[in-house]
């Protein structure tokens, strides 16, 4: 899982780190006073980049957008793991606490709570994949948009109010945006 992936680095060896550098050196200090320096810059911008510090510790360096989304993803994992957790249990044994930060998602039946699950696990893969939690956050942000609706009565009293007729109009989500706006 995406969480067995992000692992980090212990003087104590208690934790152990998978972190492979373009040319797999792991410079000393001394190097950052030679033309090696030049070396490690090159490798922390392009990757990762490792030294060793005199105590044995092993530090990396990486470019700070890559820190960032780390950092991100680890937030989003977590409550990833949240949800699954809820939805290991039946359903008439979920509190709202249960989905943490994702309490919203409460309002999704089975099937789109089913829906939500696959694609926020398809958009961590992604963000991983692309160094980015932008497309994620967007897919989050519809999904709550939607569980507000449905929390919403007076909104869907709207939604369901013409619900026999055929030709109903229905605005784009970028027309909702501006609706809940006003």
């Known amino acids: 899982m ?13 934790r152990a780190m998978a972190v492979t550098t373009r040319t797999g050196h792991t410079y000393q200090p001394t190097d950052l006073t030679t033309s090696k320096r030049r070396d490690f810059l090159e490798e922390a911008r392009v990757g990762v980049a490792r030294l060793r510090n005199s105590d044995g510790e092993t530090l990396v360096a990486l470019p700070e957008r890559d820190l960032n989304a780390l950092v991100e993803l680890r937030s989003y994992t977590l409550a ?8 290991s249990r039946a359903r008439s044994d979920r509190r709202p606490t249960d989905f ?12 789109d709570l089913a829906e939500f699950r696959s694609e926020y696990a398809d958009g961590l893969a992604n963000a991983l994949a ?15 948009l939607t ?26 989500p970028e027309g909702m ?5 006003e």
């Open 2 to 14: 995406i969480v067995g992936m992000i692992l980090a680095v212990s003087r104590s060896r208690e």
């Open 80 to 87: 990833f793991l949240s949800l699954e957790n809820a939805m």
């Open 100 to 111: 943490g930060e994702l309490a919203w998602a409460t309002a999704f039946d089975e099937e």
């Open 130 to 144: 692309e160094r980015s939690v932008d497309r994620l956050e967007q897919n989050i942000h519809a999904w709550r």
């Open 147 to 172: 569980s507000d609706l449905l929390r919403d009565t007076a909104a869907m009293a709207r939604v369901n109010a013409d619900i026999d007729r055929v030709d109903v109009d229905v605005p784009s």
């Open 177 to 181: 945006l501006d609706e809940s706006a």
